[in-house]
C-alpha cells in the first residue's frame, strides 16, 4: 500500500467520522426553515389572512432562498470552480461559462 | 331572527357549499409543489448532488414563488385596492402607499 | 359661461403656467443624473478601473431607474389604474391585466 | 537592457498597437447605447406619454445594464479572479469573498 493510498482511506475514514460538510448542515437546515416557511404561507392562505401579509411572507421566503444560494455558490467557487481554474486548459473555460450562464438565469 | 341574520346564515351556509376561492386552491396547490420542491433541493444537498444543478433548483423555486406572489398580488388589486379605490378619501391613498412600498421591497 | 367652464378655463390657464406635472420635473432630474452615471461607467470602463468597482456602479445605475421606475408606476397607479377601476367595466380588468402583466415582466 | 525588459517594451508597443481590450469596445458600444436609452425615456415622459409604455422601456435599460454588467463580470473572473486562485493564499480568499458581495449586493 503506497503512502498516498493510506492517506486516502485516512481521510475517508474521517470523512465518516465527521459527517455531512459543515456548509451542508448550515444549507440544511436553512432549508428546512424555508420549508417551514411556505408551510406558513400555506396556513395564512388557508385562514384568508391579508393578501399583503402574505406578500411579505412571500418575500421573506425568497431573501431566504438567496442566502442559500449564496452559500451554495461560494461553496461552488471555492471547491469545482477553484480546481478547474488551476487544472487550467478547456476545464476552466467549461466551468466558467457553466458559471456564467447561471448567473445570467438566476438574473445577477 | 332580524332579516339581516338570515342572509348572513345564508352567505355563509354559500361559503361552505362553494368551499375557498379558486384563486385560493391555486395557490395552496402551487404552495404544496413548492413545499416539494424544497425537500427535494434538500434531497440534492443530502446527496452532495452538483452545485449548479442545486443552484438551478433553487432559481426554479425562486420563479415558481414569484408566479404565486403574481395571483395573490392579481387578487389584492381586484379586491382591496379596487374597493378602496372606488370608496375614495384617505384609504385610497393608504392602500396605494401600501401597494408601493411592498412592491418596492419586492423589488420591481 | 357657466362657473363650471369658467373653472376649467382657470385650471388649463393655470397648467399653461405652471408646466410640467412635479413627478414628471422629478423624473426628468432623475434621468439626467442616470444619464450622467452612464457616462461616468463609460469613464471607468475607457480608464480600465476596477471591474468590481464598475459593477457595483452598475448596480447603483439599476437602483436609480428602479426608483424612477416606482415613481411613474405611482403615478399610473393614481391616475389611469384608479380612472379605469373608477369607471369599471371591461376597462377595468384590462388595465389590471396589462400592470399585471408588465409588474410580471419586471420581475416582481 | 535586461531581455525581459525588452519583452515588456514589446507589449506596451502591442498595446499600444491593438487599442483597447475587445471586451472595453463592446462594453463602450452597449453603454452608449444605453445613454441613448434613457434619453429616449427622458423624450418619452416630456411628450408624457404612456406610462406603462416608459416602464417597459426602463426595464429594457435594466436589462441592457445587466448584460453589460455580465460581459464585465466574465472578464473580471478570467482575470482577477483567475489569477488570484492560480496565485493562492489570502488573496485567493479576499477577492472570493469581494465577489460573494458583490453578487449578493447585485442581487442573485
Do not use: F, W
Request: with cysteine.
Amino acid at each position: 500500500m503506497r503512502i498516498d493510498q493510506i492517506e486516502t482511506e485516512l481521510s475517508i475514514e474521517a470523512e465518516e467520522k465527521r459527517g455531512p460538510h459543515p456548509v451542508n448542515q448550515q444549507v440544511s437546515r436553512r432549508l428546512k426553515n424555508i420549508e417551514g416557511q411556505v408551510r406558513g404561507i400555506q396556513r395564512m392562505v388557508d385562514e384568508e389572512q391579508y393578501c399583503v401579509d402574505i406578500l411579505t411572507q412571500i418575500s421573506a421566503v425568497r431573501a431566504a432562498l438567496n442566502s442559500v444560494g449564496m452559500l451554495i455558490l461560494r461553496r461552488h467557487i471555492d471547491t469545482c470552480v477553484t480546481n478547474a481554474i488551476k487544472a487550467g486548459g478547456e476545464g476552466r473555460v467549461q466551468i466558467i461559462d457553466e458559471l456564467m450562464s447561471m448567473l445570467s438565469k438566476a438574473r445577477l
